[in-house]
């Protein structure tokens, strides 16, 4: 029952939208995630984090561990992957499907992979997004 309600005010809240609006968010999201994959496999960590929320309320989420605040999730990112020429590992996405709620928020989910000399690991993920005047911003991404 909980389903059915979700998806009916789901149905309702898209609605509002034309479908020349719909197709260009999920334009303009997809361009952000594969964006940031850009961003990831350059190495070029400030522009990957650009298109998280930067504020103390984001949240990242992984196995039993939540990361609050976009620059505690930089920090470790940094550290992990990035600090003096770490493996980072090249990042694919795949299987994405994008979820339009409204005009300023929508998520996304999909397959990740990362592979690399040392590392490699996949899994899913889920990011919720709203649009913030510099554009879309994650502002909670659940990855497995």
């Known amino acids: 029952m909980r389903i059915l309600i ?4 789901i149905m309702c809240i898209s609605s509002t939208l034309s479908a020349g609006e719909f ?9 952000t ?9 350059k190495g070029d960590l400030d522009g990957f984090m650009r298109y998280y929320w930067n504020s103390r309320d984001f949240t990242f989420q992984s196995g039993n561990n939540r990361t609050q605040g976009w620059q505690t999730l930089y920090d470790k990112y940094q550290k992990k992957y990035f600090a003096d020429g770490g493996e980072r590992g ?3 996405f795949t299987d ?4 339009v709620l409204s005009k300023t ?6 397959h990740w992979r ?8 996949e899994g ?13 911003r994650i502002v909670h991404d659940h990855t497995s």
Do not use: C, P
């Not at 990362?114 to 690991?121: K, L, Q, R, T, Y």
């Not at 993920?125 to 554009?135: A, D, Q, V």
């Open 114 to 121: 990362v592979m690399g000399d040392e590392i490699s690991g």
């Open 124 to 136: 899913l993920f889920t990011l919720i997004l709203r649009r913030y005047e510099e554009g879309w």
């Open 96 to 99: 994405i499907e994008i979820h």
């Open 33 to 41: 995630v594969t964006s940031q994959v850009d961003r990831w496999n």
């Open 90 to 92: 090249i990042l694919t």
């Open 6 to 9: 979700s998806f009916a005010l």
């Open 23 to 31: 197709d260009t968010i999920e334009k303009e999201i997809r361009d």
């Open 105 to 110: 928020a929508a998520y996304v989910i999909g």
